[in-house]
């Protein structure tokens, strides 16, 4: 079978599996289920009243009937009610997936615009210190926290600039399109950083391997200019690596970034799923939780073709 | 190879083993006790001092030692990292060495069960583990070890499967070496190099999930210091205290640091053929 084929006939049984385990760890936090939901107010049910609740919500069934209805709804596009909320968990996703998409495209354009050229830069710099200060920017850069550059982000406006990033109401983009980027900008810069410093690393890398590559010293040598080599002949190649390692962070930012939305009190995915897990609301755990889960391995699956796509080299043999 | 003799040599794994040596003598120190004031005790009289006198790196809310907790904070984060990470290299490489050497059935469902947990980001899949466990230390060293094993048996298990092809493996089994023992001398022998990296690595991947567990709540429970809680709780007063948030911070990035530059070191000793590209 092609390296194509198997790879989507894997997707669905996985995504089988994360929907299993899912099911199963929200079944295993202690407690039963009608006390987590209603919080305190479960002890004021009478017996008669917490019977009802367990049929409605088919808490009386067994495991596999339970999860059999689970995945049934699922199919349905229904994943259940958000006791907290009160709505729909599907709705909830989709209110707050847009937030966590467009914070994720930012950061990714922000490390794609400064990792890219950095990368190239040193590469064509190798061994000299203009080269040397790009690795240690990006080496300190990989090791920052999201949310230590966060914090020192607003410190360093709040202290030298006297202004503090606003925090209250989310401004949707097509409200107030300026409003809106100002106060996504920092979120942006704070989880575009680690992303920036990780293009950079690998961009030079791929730089450096093509620009000893036989062909571009040919090129090289029947008198093309040092930018037609790297423009024509090594930026495309070395393409292909950045675009897996911004596909993949890619996929981990739409996941939603707790600490970062929480620290900027942006209501995106991952402030749902925080909140969702210390509220105890299983419901919206469990169907946000599988969202995550799909998309990420949804953009990595579409790197993993796009990868064989563009380079024929690759053999896909065993899986690694 | 000598892998500490050539990481003295090598320009970043130097700095590396610097910064870890450094910041592992501050753990132990922690950990034993020997701090220069008691990490809990509360100096009413002292609060948000600045840097300098008896407190080295000034006070928080509390009058609490920032120095002092710093120094439990990363023997506490440390002892998560080394717990974590050493379970998950133990499981992860028995499974993909077991996967590989076997084959089959048993190789299909490890590798699937693999595949699952790979599906979550990893904050999420620590989350989801702390969620149903009770939040603290040994839960974070439980879900940290989970998050990581995956990645352990993915580089357990291809090289095994190429190792297991070559001649000397059958020679191995031609004069009656038993499986175990081929297993563990000949297949473990020529993973613990890629292993050794990506533990390194691994590393710094879990001092950064303990800091954003420990920095939701979720992790070290209060007031026990961690470096994610102390970060946290400079939240609210780094205007008027920025040594609460500059120190802490500071630290996290180092040890980050510290563990990312004795992996990259490791790899380039390794495999001399990244040495160019990646240092």
Known sequence: MSYFLRRLAVFPLVMLGVSIFVFIAIRLVPGDAITAMLGTEGGMLTPAQREALTVYFGLDQNWAVQYLRWLGGLFRGDLGISVTYGQPVLQIILERFPLTLQLALMSMVIALLIGLPAGVYAATQADRPSDLLVRVFAMIGQSMPNFVVALLAIYILSVGFGVLPTMGRYVPFREDPFGNLAQMILPAIALGTAFAAAVTRISRAAMLDILSEDYVRTARSQGFSQRYVIWRHALPNALIPVLTLSGVEFGYLLGGAVIVEQIFALPGLGRVVLDAILQRDYALVQGVVLFIAFNFMLVNLLVDLAYAALDPRIRYGDRP | MRIPGALLRHSAGRIGLVIIGVLTVAAVLGLLGLTPHDPL????????????????????????????????????????????????????????????????????????????????????????IVAILEAGMATSVLAIAVVYTPIFTRVARGPALSLKTRSFVDAARTFGSSRRYILTRHLLGDLVAPLTVQFTLALAWALLTEAALSFLGLGTQPPNPSLGLMLSDSRNLMEMAPWMLIFPAAVIMLAVLGFNLLGDALRDIADPRSRRALS
């Open chain 2, 41 to 128: 005790a509360q100096d009413r009289l002292a609060r948000l001092q600045p840097p300098g006198g008896s407190y080295l790196m000034g006070t928080d809310l509390f009058g609490r030692d920032i120095l002092s907790r710093l120094m439990v904070g990363v023997g506490q984060s440390f002892t998560v990292a080394f717990l974590s990470v050493g379970i998950a290299a133990t499981v992860g490489t028995v499974l993909g060495l077991t996967a590989a050497w076997f084959g089959g059935l048993w190789d299909g469902v490890a590798m699937r069960m693999m595949d699952v947990l790979l599906a979550f980001p990893a904050i999420l899949l620590a989350l989801l």
